[in-house]
């Protein structure tokens, strides 16, 4: 039987997980259907999810149709929780995006189907809520149209709308024939020299919704289940079964990772070929995870190389000639995968299935599983909020620390940050409701007691320029036993972290060079004004170390030999130095907003927007609306939502996401506390990390 890994995507409250509970019931998984406000649904299993009616994490449930055993996959609405999303669709053959009848096109809507077209996932589209009061047909049909700006096939048309006897009754629209044809000469000079047949339209619908050319939509009520049994036919009929050779090498994907309750990590993988069995000892990682151990040296002190650039790695992947560190490796313990709705233990899985795994202690979310895979891609903007976790008085500060760590297990992007000085511990988020989880997560889970501070904004640095600096080994009071010489320069964003040597590989030990690229991108976690330097160019460009001294009848005199500690001691002092000398300045998160609003309250907007600090660079009159298109700090979104109403007489509908980073123009430069060792401070760095201040 055929695989499909189906995901079921919307804004939040469209209806997903209702769907999600009649596909099952429909398919006679379960008896009974889970309501969402009773908190009885077969996905939604977190206590939290339960009480707050909303999907946090994603849940994976099977069930089979005609021919085809279909792994679905229920995620987040909410736009708080888009990373757990993005983790999903890396492991997807198909997707079902849902829209409210009611509230029709969100803004998470055009988020999830502008990167579901740019991953080429094939997507059906399912408008919910037919039987609820308000519903809509033709005006639904025209946003999606307009606001999607997507090629739709309508499957048929639903009738008494807005009622609990809405149904759906199927057909292919009349247009279809000429959305099709735009994809299909062949099509098209049939369609010229008379009626197209049936099923060729259907085979063509078929191909191009597979090749994501068009979008067939469906309309009905997971309350009810009204046009329910359609959608499982498109299904069948219109998305395409996993591939893969089971024959072939493994390779498989983390996609998410939890805790069992002795503590165990469980990671969630698809596999893409081959095939995994219990007792198998696999390499898992993303193949630069861990740095050699700091060994014998080799020949030579090491002075400056001219000569060609070579890359021990470039943003994470091998590049020039380089050498990676190995990989980890563990030993699979047990397998199970998704089986009618239940969870089914196995000795083995093979290509397309998505499998939980017990036995990788140091698994992490992204991992590739056997041959490595690509690095994850991030399709969804990171986190541009943060806040700072105060525990409360009763609290442990060690079990919090711990807590966090393994909700950061779960979700990356929380990138917890902690200062010692400061004894402060912060968080990153995408939102309030983001906010507001975590604490009940603490809370429910781990019986930890916290509040927050007010929520700011994440920003990042820039190079305005280029700068270098080198310290000599036993030179200019250098207290550490190397030489090291940077070079840093700007690279376009988005680019990441570039890291080049202008020495030869050969002139001192590779644990060496390793010792320093891993620092410069700790390093750059905290610049000049303390925010990450996300995208730069660092070039190594002196290179030099003591070699291994020994004394007759004695050992190893680690006083007089370099280590990997001397690099790493050395290398934020330079790099630092080079970054003063090329300049730096802070950039703050840009949303780009669309605003459509009464055309008579535009007075009363502007002069909002840009005290706000907002660019409109688009205005358009649409009868009595206007549409105002720009930019707008992500710091002053939440007050220009709060703003809306009162200005535009509840009229106005607000859509923003995040687009890009701009230098901040308005107010003082927003800095960010340290957690390092401050390399700024010449002084203050050298006591912290030594004891002395000088060599």
């Not at 977190?46 to 055993?69: M, N, W, Y």
């Not at 024939?177 to 063509?204: F, T």
């Not at 972290?497 to 002139?507: A, K, N, P, T």
């Not at 600090?613 to 930019?631: D, H, R």
Request: a negative charge; proline letters at 6%.
């Amino acid at each position: 039987m055929h695989l499909l890994n189906l995901g079921i995507l919307a804004h939040v409250d469209a209806g997903k997980t209702s769907l999600t509970e009649r596909l099952l019931h429909a398919a006679g998984v379960i008896d009974e259907i889970g309501s969402v406000d009773d908190g009885s649904t077969r996905t939604d299993t977190l206590a939290l999810e339960r009480q707050r009616g909303i999907t946090i994490k994603s849940a994976v449930v099977s069930f089979p149709l005609d021919g085809v055993t279909v792994n679905l996959i229920d995620t987040p609405g909410h736009p708080d929780f888009i990373a757990e999303v993005e983790r999903v669709l890396g492991v997807l053959d198909g997707a079902v995006l849902v829209v409210s009848a009611v509230e029709g096109v969100q803004a998470q809507t055009r988020v999830l189907m502008r990167t579901l077209r740019r991953l080429r996932i094939p997507t059906l589209v399912f408008v919910n809520k037919i039987d609820r009061r308000g519903a809509r047909h033709e005006a639904v049909l025209a946003q999606l149209a307009r606001r999607l700006a997507v090629p739709l096939v309508p499957m048929g048309r639903p009738v008494a709308l807005g009622t609990r006897a809405a149904r759906f009754e199927p057909g292919l629209d009349p247009g279809a024939v000429d959305v099709l044809a735009d994809h299909d000469d062949a099509l098209l000079a049939a369609y010229l020299d008379g009626e197209v047949p049936d099923g060729r339209l259907r085979a063509a619908l078929a191909d191009q919704t597979r090749r994501t050319l068009v979008h067939p939509v469906y309309f009905g009520s997971a309350v009810t289940g009204a046009g329910v049994p359609d959608l499982i036919t498109g299904v069948e009929r219109l998305l395409p079964a996993a591939d893969g050779d089971p024959a072939g090498p493994l390779s498989a994907t983390v996609f998410k990772v939890e805790r069992g309750p002795a503590g165990e990590k469980i990671a969630y993988a698809r596999i893409f070929t081959g095939a995994l069995r219990v007792r198998d000892r696999i390499p898992f990682g993303d193949g630069g995870r861990e740095a050699p151990e700091d060994g014998a040296v080799g020949r030579g002190g090491g002075a400056r190389e001219e000569g060609r650039a070579v890359g021990v790695r470039e943003g994470g992947r091998a590049g020039g000639g380089g050498v990676q560190a190995g990989r980890p490796e563990g030993r699979v313990t047990a397998l199970s995968v998704a089986e009618r709705g239940a969870e089914l233990r196995q000795d083995s899985a093979g290509a397309g299935r998505i499998v939980k795994v017990w036995g990788l202690g140091g698994i992490r979310i992204g991992d590739a599983l056997g041959a490595p895979g690509r690095a994850p891609e991030h399709h969804f903007a990171p986190p541009t909020l943060e806040t700072v976790v105060v525990p409360g008085p009763a609290t442990d500060r060690r079990a919090l620390h711990v807590a966090l760590t393994q909700l950061a297990e779960q979700d990356p992007l929380i990138d917890v940050r902690h200062d010692e000085v400061r004894q402060e511990t912060s968080v990153s988020l995408y939102g309030e409701v983001q906010k507001e989880v975590v604490q009940a997560t603490l809370a429910d889970e781990y019986g930890l007691d916290v509040t927050f501070r007010e929520t700011t904004t994440i920003c990042v640095e820039r190079l305005t320029g280029r700068g270098a600096a080198v310290e000599f080994n036993k030179k200019d009071g250098n207290p550490f036993l190397a030489t090291v010489g940077l070079r840093v320069e700007p690279a376009p964003p988005g680019t990441g972290v570039g890291f080049r040597l202008e020495v030869e590989l050969g002139s001192m030990p590779y644990a060496f060079f390793k010792a320093v690229e891993d620092t410069v991108r700790e390093t750059l976690g905290q610049g000049l004004h303390g925010w990450r330097i996300p995208d730069c160019t660092v070039t190594m460009t002196h290179s030099g170390y003591s070699p291994r001294q020994s004394h007759a009848h004695q050992g190893f005199d680690k006083s007089m030999s370099s280590t990997g500690y001397d690099f790493r001691g050395l290398t934020p002092l330079v790099l630092t130095d080079a970054l003063r000398r090329a300049g730096t300045r802070v950039h703050e998160p840009m949303h780009r907003f669309r605003l459509e609003a009464p055309a008579d309250t535009l007075g009363a907007l502007l002069p909002v927007l840009t005290r706000l600090g907002a660019l409109p660079q688009q205005t358009v009159a649409q009868g009595p609306l206007c549409l105002l298109e720009g930019a707008v700090p992500a710091g002053r979104v939440h007050r220009l939502e709060q703003l809306l109403p009162g200005l535009t007489r509840g009229e106005g509908e607000l859509e923003s996401a995040f687009d890009h980073y701009a230098p901040v123009s308005h107010g003082t430069v927003p800095e960010r506390a340290r957690t390092d060792h401050n390399p700024l401070s010449r002084k203050e760095y050298l006591l912290n990390v030594t004891g002395r201040v000088s060599g």
